[in-house]
């Protein structure tokens, strides 16, 4: 990668646009980049890096920071940088985002974003690649094939950071090599070896938790059966002492079931003699049962035979009950139809009209059984037909005066509804007239009323647009104040950091001139010196001892500085925010007076009031004015439908009078004096009603006269056909329900006594018994048999706990069993899960700088071990030739008491055949090793990047620490790097180099920024 051309606009502190001609001087070379303290030579690293990467290195990456102070607010900050890499030619214009003055307020700024853009020269023209960020930063990291670290560290040599990773011991130089070479991989495989290790060891402790929870269950089972002095020894394997576990539960499962089989056998003995006893003793108390029974049977027979004479004697009479009881009920149900058929004759005699349609009703002459029921049967029909006819001639004029009284009630109805048709035909005209006049004077008001409709509309915008604009004030108001709070504290921070800037400057400068004395002050007779080695001092260098600045004062003055321009950074971002918000405000009319803004808010409210009361008033006269016009015509309609309505309605009315003058003279002819057609229907209704009453119960009384004479002759007959005399005799036979109840249970009692004697008497146990009486065998001894029984309940429940045991046993020894199977089943799966356990353990130790791994060394440091020790041969190459063969560095791997090891790194003195550590190194020599480690790690990290070519190199500042001779010997090694056309330049204040070298790039500072300057003048002191 080689520059070509640097261009820097109102960019750190450049304020108008310097170039900077790369290939001028790549004629040459090498150049010095040379200007006081804060000049700006590290801003042109800066801008470089910038162009290339978008960013700066170190704590200067704050990007908000970048625009030069010094510049006109309106100009853009801009770098652009032409430069080779790869065979191919580019130009990268960036600019970071800045806060340019606002067009439209004299107070405001406007934030510009940053931008880029990204050109190739191809075939003798620029061709734009991209003009995005992302994009052009991915095309220019495969271009330069390096992170912006690694590009620091490779083309911009930082003398002091090398120094330091000199001087560093493995643990600090481990984070630098990790920005240098991407070792994420290996830590990756680390951490992943870590994880699969925690894996295993989690399967291993699983499996042998449930190895040792196999062998607490199986001993917690064993221990329920087994005495202590039973129980194996603790030392035994797993395996061995639980098959001896399951042997011995499984020798007492078998005893306890072998006392099981004994005492069982002993009980069915002791059982089976006991019944035999017992059956002897039910044998015998059946026989005595026996006895009993017959005795009580004989006792009881001639009470059975005249039981059985009287329940005969009471079935037969039953039998003719009844015939007696339906002779009775016929007889009653008689006298009942005689009394109904008699009471329905006086109720059609009472009858007003009986005397017209049934006179012989009404002459008392009915009378039953007086009369025969065929006699009267004649008179009820002869009154029924009489009945029937003129009832039927009535109920067929019954429409006709119905039709009479609706058309009188008609009549009368549509004369009342005609005189109401003309009086509300008056009140509609009277309302129409008074809605006519109503409807005009609304129109009248209307045609008075002010304003149009759209005022409403128009003052309702205004409104809104002058409430915006009163708000928009208030709001301007307190932006103001807090931009003018925020301009204070930005320029009370931006003085802090200038002041402490330039303090900070003051004390760097001293203790850089100082820097002999302060050597000189730790110098003691007798002691080497660190830079030439002598043990002399014949003359030090002195200062003044009330001047000297020591490093910690210089340390905190930078810190101060750095920490009052980050405020400064914070309160610049926080006073721009503002600002933009205050230019926005502004340009919404916020600059407005507030007491103006509020008196056109109330007077547009007030005509807004108006304007809207103005216009409900004119809706509403509109509203009335159309539901006048609406409802005039609704009554003029009304009007003349009344009117038409009253002539129907009276025309109606004479047709219905008319009609019931008919009707009345046709009614007149039938009807009888003083009643109407339907009084007199409904009076031979109820007479016809009452005749028929009369024929069903005439009809009742000579069925029931039959009935009676029938069942009286079927009584007669039945008494004479059988074994009583009379129906007293009948009666006398019959039993009442209790006693006929009582000599049932007798009887039966008296069977059922038979049936048991004959089932005893059939029964094994009564012949037993008999024969057992004939051979004169003794009966058991109820007492012994009682304690025979007691001895075999006892037997019994010992039985039972013993069998109890025994299950207890058998379940015990089973599980036991398969706690074998399942522990041996466990212990050899778990051998193979050891074993991986073991081996990914051993592994991710290893890996880890753990375990067998005497080094102590972990993936990533032996990776990095590695890169260091390509770099310290590299080193060694060019520290040699500075040293005149005298210095070599050296990789070490070795251990440090407990510490990790791997990136040691040492110094081998050729004159005297030993390793020192680095920190032995005089100014000078650690100057020397610095450069040479900076220009190894350069081609270390160059071949790592895929072997780009570095053909632009910038080496940072140190060279006031060397002797004329080591100065000589440094500068051979930089001009050998100018082999193969590469450009070294040099940042320097040594006023030596100024001499040595004829290309320099002088940068100046002043008050209105520093500028750029590039001689090519010869060297006044030429190398000897």
């Known amino acids: 990668m080689r520059l070509h051309r640097l261009e820097i606009q109102a960019f750190g502190p450049f304020a108008q646009r310097q170039s900077v001609d790369f290939d001028e001087l790549s004629a040459h070379g090498l150049f010095l980049l040379n200007g006081k303290t804060g000049a700006g030579k590290t801003s042109i690293l800066d801008a470089v890096c910038f162009a290339l990467y978008g960013s700066v290195p170190g704590a200067r990456q704050g990007g908000k920071r970048l625009r030069s102070d010094h510049a006109d607010p309106a100009l853009a900050p801009e770098v652009v940088c032409e430069f080779s890499a790869r065979g191919r030619r580019f130009e990268v214009t960036r600019s970071p985002q800045w806060d340019r003055p606002s067009t439209r307020s004299s107070k405001g700024s406007v934030t510009e974003q940053a931008r880029t853009l990204l050109r190739e020269f191809v075939d003798g023209s620029w061709v734009e690649k991209s003009a995005r960020n992302d994009e052009a930063a991915v095309e220019l990291g495969d271009v330069l094939g390096m992170s912006l670290d690694q590009f620091t560290k490779v083309v911009m040599l930082p003398q002091g950071e090398f120094a330091a990773f000199l001087r560093a011991d493995a643990k600090e130089r481990r984070p630098l090599l990790q920005r240098l070479f991407d070792t994420d991989r290996y830590e990756l495989i680390e951490d992943s070896l870590a994880a699969d290790a925690a894996t295993a060891r989690a399967a291993f402790s699983t499996a042998e938790t449930e190895l040792g929870h196999l062998l607490r269950r199986a001993e917690e089972e064993a221990n329920r059966h087994l005495a202590p002095e039973q129980l194996p020894e603790d030392g035994a394997p797993a395996t061995e002492k639980l098959q001896q576990l399951h042997s011995s539960v499984e020798r007492l499962a078998q005893e306890a079931g072998d006392a099981v089989g004994s005492g069982r056998r002993t009980l069915e003995e002791l059982k089976s003699g006991i019944a035999r006893q017992e059956m002897r003793l039910a044998d015998h108390a059946d026989w005595l049962l026996l006895q009993g029974l017959e005795a009580e049977q004989a006792a009881g027979a001639n009470d059975s035979r005249r039981r059985a004479q009287v329940l005969t004697a009471h079935r037969a009479a039953e039998l003719l009950q009844s015939s007696i009881r339906h002779r009775d009920q016929a007889s009653s149900r008689t006298e009942e139809s005689l009394q109904t058929a008699q009471t329905a004759f006086e109720r059609v005699a009472r009858h007003p009209l009986c005397g017209t349609y049934a006179p012989d009703f009404a002459s008392g002459k009915l009378e039953l059984p007086a009369m025969g029921a065929e006699r009267a049967q004649e008179l009820i029909e002869t009154a029924a037909g009489s009945t029937g006819h003129e009832l039927g001639r009535i109920r067929a004029l019954l429409p006709e005066e119905a039709r009479l009284k609706e058309a009188r009630a008609q009549a009368e109805r549509l004369l009342q509804t005609a005189d109401q048709f003309d009086r509300r035909y008056e009140k509609v005209d009277a309302e129409a007239e008074a809605t006519r006049a109503a409807g005009e004077q609304f129109a009248v008001d209307l045609a008075a009323a002010d304003g149009t409709d759209s005022d409403v509309e128009r003052l309702g915008q205004q409104l809104k647009e002058a409430e915006a604009v009163a708000e928009t004030v208030s709001a301007y108001g307190a932006c103001r104040a807090r931009v003018d709070s925020a301009r204070r504290v930005r320029d009370e921070a931006n003085a802090l950091q200038l002041q402490l800037k330039q303090h900070w400057l003051d004390l760097l400068e001293r203790r850089l001139e100082q820097s002999a004395a302060e050597l000189a002050h730790t110098l003691e007779q007798g002691e080497m010196c660190p830079v030439c080695g002598s043990d002399e001092h014949p003359r030090l260098a002195t200062a003044d001892g009330d001047s000297m600045v020591s490093r910690e004062e210089e340390a905190a003055a930078r810190r101060e500085h750095a920490q009052a321009e980050t405020a400064y950074a914070k309160s610049q971002e926080s006073f721009a925010v503002l600002e933009n918000k205050l230019a926005g405000l502004a340009a919404q009319g916020g600059e407005t007076e507030p007491e103006a803004a509020a008196t056109a808010v109330r007077d547009l409210q007030d005509l807004l009031g108006q304007a809207q009361e103005a216009a409900q008033n004119r809706a509403r006269l509109r509203g009335l004015i159309e539901k006048s016009r609406d409802e005039l015509a609704a009554l003029l309609s009304q009007g003349s439908e009344l009117a038409v309505a009253a002539a129907g309605a009276r025309s109606d009315a004479e047709a219905a009078a008319r009609q019931a003058d008919q009707l009345e003279q046709k009614i007149a002819t039938v009807l009888p004096p003083g009643g109407t057609l339907q009084e007199l229907a409904e009076g031979l209704t ?339």
Request: charged share 25%; hydrophobic share 40%.
């Open 686 to 1024: 109820a007479m016809d009603s009452l005749l028929k009453q009369c024929r069903q119960s005439l009809g009742e009384y000579t069925y029931a006269l039959a009935t009676l004479e029938r069942c009286s002759s079927e009584l007669e007959d039945a008494i004479a056909g059988s074994e009583f005399g009379s129906e007293a005799d009948v009666l006398a036979a019959l039993l009442s329900a209790r006693e006929l109840e009582q000599a049932q249970l007798q009887d039966r009692a008296y069977a059922s006594l038979g049936q048991r004697i004959e089932l005893l008497q059939a029964s094994d146990r009564v012949a037993r018994a008999r024969q057992a009486q004939t051979e004169g065998e003794p009966l058991p001894d109820e007492a012994q048999l009682e304690e025979l029984r007691r001895k075999a309940r006892a037997m019994e429940t010992e039985l039972q706990a013993v069998a109890v045991r025994h299950g207890v046993l058998q379940e015990s020894a089973e599980q036991l069993l398969g706690y074998c199977r399942r522990l041996e089943a466990a212990a050899a799966s778990l051998e193979p899960v050891r074993a991986r356990f073991e081996l990914v353990q051993s592994v991710a130790d290893t890996v880890r700088g753990l375990g067998e791994n005497e080094r102590k060394m972990t993936l990533t440091t032996y990776v990095l071990a590695a890169r260091l020790e390509q770099i310290a041969a590299a080193a060694s190459e060019r520290l040699n030739a500075m040293t005149d063969g005298r210095y070599r560095l050296v990789h070490d791997d070795s251990k440090s008491g407990n510490k990790k090891s791997g990136l040691g790194l040492h110094v081998s003195d050729e004159w005297t055949g030993q390793r020192r550590d680095t920190s032995t190194l005089s100014g000078g020599e650690s100057f020397m090793a610095s450069l040479a480690l900076a220009l190894g790690l350069a081609d270390v990290v160059q071949a790592e990047a895929g072997g780009v070519d570095i053909e632009t190199l910038f080496v940072d500042e140190g060279f006031g620490s060397l002797d004329e001779q080591a100065l000589e010997q440094v500068m051979d090694a930089l001009e050998s790097l100018r082999d193969g056309g590469r450009v070294v330049g040099l940042v320097s204040h040594v006023a030596e180099m100024k001499q040595r070298i004829g290309a320099q790039l002088q940068i100046s500072k002043g008050r209105d920024g520093s500028t750029v300057r590039m001689t090519t003048e010869s060297p006044i002191l030429q190398p000897v």
